[in-house]
């Protein structure tokens, strides 16, 4: 397998459904990220939230463009998650953020997001978030 020179990006909810807003911050920094040859790819639970809408028309066929690469949540997933939810706090509410970050980590990607206070928390435990 062909890896990127530079980290994946992984998008969370918030920065996919901003990214396919044009002129936004996020499509700027998407399409820099593109242009630079990094791959995009995201959680198929962020994935599946951001199906949930409401969706403008062409919307979720541009963000399979965009991030072709959906990256299933398994037992190895969710034992990252479990593990990053108990080492910050237990956070009630949290356990999806724990879910995207363990993804993210466990895949050396960085996460791109739009809610930076709420993935903070989870850099001592060793994500990484895009810029």
Do not use: Y
Not at 26 to 53: H, I, K, N
Not at 59 to 82: F, K, S
Not at 112 to 130: P, S, V, Y
């Amino acid at each position: 397998m062909i890896r990127s020179p530079a980290p994946e990006i992984h998008l969370d909810t918030s920065f996919l459904i901003r990214a396919l807003v044009p002129g936004s911050d996020e499509a700027a920094s998407l399409r820099s990220w593109l242009a630079d040859g990094r791959w995009v790819a995201l959680s198929t639970l962020a994935w599946g939230e951001f199906l949930c809408g409401p969706l403008p028309d062409g919307a979720a066929a541009a963000a399979r463009r965009v991030a072709r690469r959906h990256i299933p949540l398994g037992t190895e997933q969710a034992a990252e998650a479990a593990r990053l939810f108990n080492a910050t706090g237990r956070r009630r509410g949290s356990f999806q953020d724990c879910l995207v970050t363990a993804t993210a980590m466990m895949a050396g990607a960085e996460l791109a997001t739009c809610d930076q206070a709420d993935f903070r928390r989870f850099a001592a435990e060793g994500l990484k978030l895009a810029k």
